[in-house]
């Protein structure tokens, strides 16, 4: 039996905005985790719905929290990170929730696997307005390649493998540093992908089988009221970092070949080798060794 891994510290910081229906649930979620070591910073925006009496009830266990007007979600983020001092680092939105054993595995895997600078879920979780989890399908892993065509580009023309889910998404503080210490502002909507862009310049993405957190439907969030504009704006993102999204034929034969021809993983692992394959790097758990190991898939 391997020894257990040492508890870096979790920061994980909200940004808030007249959210008082989700709120609670969303510090639930990450005040519940049994994990001991993190900070968790909440900064609203001068919420009008009884905010700030939901925080002030939560103060004792929060880092910091402040209610006060701010130019957006992302200059939110910022200044919840500006004064942080965790080793892995993450947001998560104020409607949205993090399953109860995300800080430990992610914990697990940061700590035992140092070639591992940020990580996210092969399992997205859609909860509903309720709460209740209402989809959560294994997804095909994320390149490097793929991110620059475009594949995760929500609802992309011709082929889209599926977004990284933000509210799944841990990463290093030395990631962080090395991308610039910042979310770009001049994104309104995807400064997330655009950070994404970013992180991809320095390091790959690496993918867990469990779910870790989940995005909460409920209709009234910029990403669906304004998801024109934010697929508009992963697209410049794209561009300004010499990306090329697929066109309709390429976009095609993805398809086809990732959906339908179900290859061999032996098969597949060769293609990888030769580099006719993008890899896609896997943290997977080995129960005989009690041991997180790295899988190219």
Partial sequence: MTASPEHLKITVVTPSFNQADFLAATLASVLTQSYPNFEYRVIDGGSTDGTAQILQDYSAKLAFWCSEPDSGQYDAINKGFQHSTGDIMAWINSDDMYVSWAFQVANEIFSTLPEVEWLTTLCPIVWSTT?????????????????????????????????IQQESVFW???????????????????????????????????????????????????????????????????????????????????????????????????????????????????????RWWISDL
């Fill in 172 to 290: 290093r503080r030395s990631l962080w540093e090395k991308a610039g210490a910042y979310l770009d502002t001049a994104y309104p909507l995807a400064a997330d992908f655009e950070l994404w862009a970013r992180f991809f310049q320095y390091a790959d993405l690496y993918t867990v089988s469990v779910p870790l957190g989940g995005f909460r439907f409920h209709g009234n969030q910029r990403s669906v009221t304004q998801a024109e504009q934010y697929i508009a704006e992963a697209y410049q993102v794209i561009e300004a970092y010499g990306g090329r999204p697929m066109g309709k034929i390429q976009g095609i034969v993805t398809k086809l070949a990732k959906d339908y021809l179900l290859l061999p993983y032996a098969v597949r692992r060769q293609a990888t080798k030769w580099g006719l394959k993008a890899t896609h790097k896997h943290c997977a758990y080995n129960p005989a060794t009690q």
């Fill in 131 to 163: 709460g209740a989890a209402t989809y959560c399908a294994q997804r095909g892993g994320y390149t490097r390649q793929g991110f620059f065509r475009g594949e995760n580009i929500p609802h992309n023309r011709w082929y889209a493998l599926g977004a």
